[in-house]
């Protein structure tokens, strides 16, 4: 019964993971067979010239290059305002606080990344309709406002990642730094952190593609149709999501919605060259803090 039961598990992890990337490859496959045919330089730069755009001395108002600055501009703002606060509140939790104030502050972090993005979009747009009139009529949507409400939105994933990979470092290693005379605060920075940095760095990228793809909380906050490259954090911005949702909704025409499909393309493109960068820091850095120092 044993043997059977293990083939059985077996046969049925296998399964699944087939179905999740023979999923993915289909996934891939229909946004590859629908929008190859978009996918040249003037999808991206229109009908402005290639140098003139990467200097920006000419705007582009026919392609999505400033969608593309835009929603990396958004990624980097985002993440800046939440690692910090997100490795603070999880060293707390993991490291400081008493088993009352743990389960109470991880029920609200649960609760947290339990809402809806479009409630937190609403919550943000709000604030900034409550500042605009009671603060400063310069106070409009924008790019930090998106950024901040992103921020926001991916804090429970960078908290509770954080805490979980400072609570399963091996008591062995935990004890390291105390036994060599190291204050709580030297043995965090010095051994729990740098064994624990994959982990976190894993919480850290799954934060940046979350705030890649968002839609809901980007369209109330902040993106616009057209606005060109950013050159503000106080004014609206493209957004390749919101530039894929716009375009779905309303396109006129088979070729507008193969612009579409492949603004899709170029946004997997642009999470998965983040990744990648984001695995290499993580294998360099892990080396550089466990063996360099």
Known sequence: MNRWGERAVHSLSFMACTIIFGSLAALLSYLVFKGYTA????LIFGSTPVVDTLLLKREVFDGIFPAMVGTLALVVLAITAAVPVG????IY???????????????????????????????????????????????????????????????????????????????????????????????IIHC????????????????????????AVIMLTGAVASAGVPNSLFKGFEALPFYIYYISSQYTSEAELAK????????????????SVAALIQKKAQHVLLYTR
Do not use: W
Not at 87 to 90: K, N
């Open 39 to 42: 996918l040249n330089l003037s």
């Open 192 to 215: 729990l952190i740098p064994h624990s940095f994959t982990a976190i760095l894993g919480g850290i990228i799954l934060a940046v593609g979350r705030c890649a793809e968002d839609t």
């Open 260 to 275: 579409g499909f492949g603004a899709c393309i170029i946004l997997i493109v642009i999470c998965a060259t983040l990744f």
């Open 87 to 90: 490795l603070l509140a999880g």
């Open 93 to 187: 939790m993991a490291e400081y606080s008493n088993p009352f104030t743990k389960k109470v502050f991880g029920f609200l972090f649960d609760l947290l990344s339990a809402i809806p993005s479009i409630v937190v979009g609403l919550f943000g747009f709000s604030v900034i309709l409550f500042l605009h009139s009671h603060v400063s009529e310069t106070l409009v949507p924008s790019l930090l406002v998106s950024a901040l409400s992103l921020a926001f939105l991916v804090l429970p994933y960078i908290v509770r990642t954080t805490q979980i990979a400072l609570e399963t470092v091996p008591q062995s290693v935990r004890l390291t730094g105390i036994a060599l005379g190291a204050t709580p605060l030297q043995n």
